[in-house]
């Protein structure tokens, strides 16, 4: 039988805030991608180096640095692991989300891939105290259950009731009690009027708060949950096929086992961290199905629109087209904007896309006053999905993004004429950044690019055997 008195502090790696975490993650993949694979030795010499120009001068310390290397990227993020020929690895999960730039999808299968007890933290003390003590959860799949089942009665609950009755509850985080419990319990007491708080003698809040607000600010990151002014949690049901596919899990028991290893021996939490550190790094084989649609992180997490409303939510866009979407924005902007300026040279406005190895997507013109009005202007769009907005006030902040051999030969080929637009699909709305006359940044050092691939050209004189398997 549940008993909620029954308290536990299962703690996290303390990341960063909501925006740092956005802000830091296409960097942490830009930095290891660039330098992986690489050996064991030289990987944090090289992380550090490469990293430090993003970094404020006061955060310029190796402590802070390795913080971000082993922690976060890391522990937190799985963007690489080590593996036991010495050498360090770029992770699935940083190659995925250099391929879609959909963050939340990023944060997602971290989500899902959340477990108690784990690698995250020290093997020989807290790991071992974890499987002492029988913890054994999916804590972000419970807390979508309890939710979904709370939206279906029509019930609220805040973030206080969700430390308290799920994410530091022994019981819960012990396999032992049902979601439909921890509700039963949740209303009983709000009818009651009773309001309960963790409670750590000698500890403040922070303390007794932390793992789960970190807990709480990934399951907002994925797009799935959203806070209201009271601290009520609302699930965003523009995710709805995602949630439920969490939920369903959460009396399945976490899919990396950590009994099965011996943990009190050296060799064997040696193993246990290699087989963590790699496991957490692959992503997991339902992250086809995360993908983020515009329409999804729009939802504003007002009341209204979650819990009251009695339509089915709308099927999120496929996002295998996600650059199209960009490009319809930015054509129907162009269409606009052309038109303001003449209405004889809208119809020049052309949507290329679709068109292969033309190196942009969106023919224009210029439309501004003077001699050029009526020069051809490409246009290349490039999106990406996060929570928030960069912060253009920000003097470390930057992006990255990947362009074809096509793209980079028309940037050099049509100079000033040739513009990158950024677009960025946030909770707040959408935004273009707008990159003109890329070649002249590109050649004044305000922007970098990093070769990415080789071509490899071979004839038969680099050819040493030809086999034909036998059927």
Known sequence: MYDHTKQYRCTIIRGKSKKEMDDFLPVYAKVIDEI????????????????????????????TMDNHRTEIAGKLFGMYYRADDGIV??????????????????????????????????????????VADGICIRPIAFVLKVLLI?????????????????????????????????????????????????IVPGKATSYNWQHIKEQLNYLELANLIRFTDDKRVVLN????????????????KPEFDVYSYDLSSLDGRKVFQLDWDYYFSQISAVSDQFATSAEALLFDGTVKDE???????????????????GESIVYEYEKKRVSEFNTRLANKVLSLGRTKGIGYDIQSVIAEPGDMAEFVK????????????????DDLWVDTLNVTRNEWIAAQQHGKFYSIFR??????????????????????????????????????SSVDSVIVPQS
Not at 187 to 197: A, N
Not at 237 to 252: G, S, V
Not at 380 to 389: A, I, M, N
Request: hydrophobic share 35%; aromatic share 12%; with cysteine.
């Open 36 to 63: 992986c694979p690489c050996s064991e030795s030289e990987f944090e010499s090289l992380f550090n180096n490469a990293f430090i120009r993003f970094l404020p001068e006061s955060d310029r310390i190796k402590k």
């Open 89 to 130: 690895y770029e992770s699935e999960r940083t190659q995925k989300f250099l391929e879609d730039n959909d963050q939340p999808a990023f944060f997602k299968d971290i989500c899902y891939k959340m477990q108690f007890p784990n690698g995250t933290q020290k093997v020989g003390t807290t790991v071992r105290q974890r």
């Open 150 to 198: 709370a939206k279906q009665a029509n019930v609220f609950i805040t973030k206080r009731e969700i430390g308290y009755y799920i994410l530091n509850s022994l019981d819960v985080l012990q396999g032992n009690a049902s979601p439909y419990e921890v509700f039963e319990q949740i209303v009983k007491d709000q009818k009651d009027g009773t309001e309960r708080t963790i």
């Open 237 to 252: 049901l523009n995710e709805l096929q995602t949630i439920e596919l969490f939920a369903a899990d959460y009396d399945k």
């Open 307 to 325: 819990q009251k409303s009695e339509g089915k939510p709308k099927p999120a866009v496929n996002l295998t087209a996600f650059g199209d979407e």
């Open 378 to 393: 490409y246009i290349e769009v490039k999106s990406t999905k996060r929570l928030t907005c960069p912060d253009m006030n």
């Open 423 to 460: 677009v960025y699909f946030t909770r707040d709305g959408i935004f273009m950044f707008v990159i003109a006359n890329v070649a002249e940044k590109l050649n004044d050092g305000r922007m970098t690019a990093v070769p990415m691939t080789y071509r490899v050209d071979f004839n038969k």
